[in-house]
């Protein structure tokens, strides 16, 4: 099976709402990133933890080493939030970094 | 800041055709890697370099080569071509030792006639 389960698949958010994405790791991993595809289909990395949580803007990440998942909280979302978002993580292995299979998210006007 | 670019940016094969892909970067990281993306099958690892002249194979590295000819440029060749295959492949960038924060180029986009 997957290591790194992500979900949901897909998401429909009104603007101004939130809420989270998550990922699951069937073994003990070293570090999350989150990343957001953009329209340009570039990449962004949006955090990157090896434990405890960070806070940029409306996105907040979580990472649970022990418990193995990470998730991501979207608060007040816009328009602009809109597309695809990936969890990656950092297996024992320190190069080798396994990715979810993303979620769609789309924001309701 | 730096950036990672990918040519070519599309990529348009005939079955059984040697294709490669190039990728540049000026973070003056020191491992790269490149991925393949499907449709709903997430990002997959085909290789990935630690240093120059270094070469490791990932989860999905039969039917590629790849050569990491200076620190700076990492390229990758679909030995051959498979008739109706279409995928985006991503290179990425992250300096050793400090994490493994990945940096991504935008892409080249193959697609097999």
């Known amino acids: 099976g997957d290591q790194v389960e992500q979900s949901p698949s897909a998401l429909s958010l009104h603007e101004g709402t939130g809420s989270a994405l998550r990922c699951n790791f069937t073994?003990?991993?070293?570090?999350v990133q989150w990343f957001r595809k953009n329209s340009r289909g570039s990449l962004i990395n949006l955090f990157y933890?090896?434990?405890g949580t960070k806070e940029n803007g409306r996105l907040k990440s979580a990472f649970d080493s022990k418990e193995r998942y990470s998730t991501l909280h979207i608060r007040d979302a816009q328009l602009e939030d809109s597309g695809t978002y990936f969890c990656a993580a950092d297996d024992t292995n320190a190069y080798k970094v396994i990715f979810g299979k993303g979620t769609h998210l789309h924001v309701l006007p | 800041g730096g950036i990672i670019t990918q040519t070519p940016k599309f990529l348009i094969g005939q079955e059984g055709q040697k294709l490669t892909l190039k990728c540049q970067q000026n973070f003056n990281h020191d491992t790269m890697y490149w991925y393949r993306q499907d449709s709903g099958k997430g990002l997959r690892l085909i290789y990935y370099s630690i240093t120059e002249n270094d070469l490791q194979k990932g989860d999905l590295s039969e039917g590629y080569d790849a050569s990491r000819e200076k620190k700076s440029s990492f390229s990758l060749t679909v030995t051959s071509a498979q008739k109706n295959e279409m995928a985006v492949f991503l290179c990425?960038?992250?300096?050793?030792?400090?994490?493994?924060?990945?940096?991504f180029g935008a892409g080249t986009r193959l697609s097999v006639l």
């Open positions: 990425a960038s992250s300096i050793r030792g400090r994490g493994n924060t990945l940096y």
């Open positions: 073994t003990t991993m070293r570090a």
């Open positions: 933890l090896a434990s």
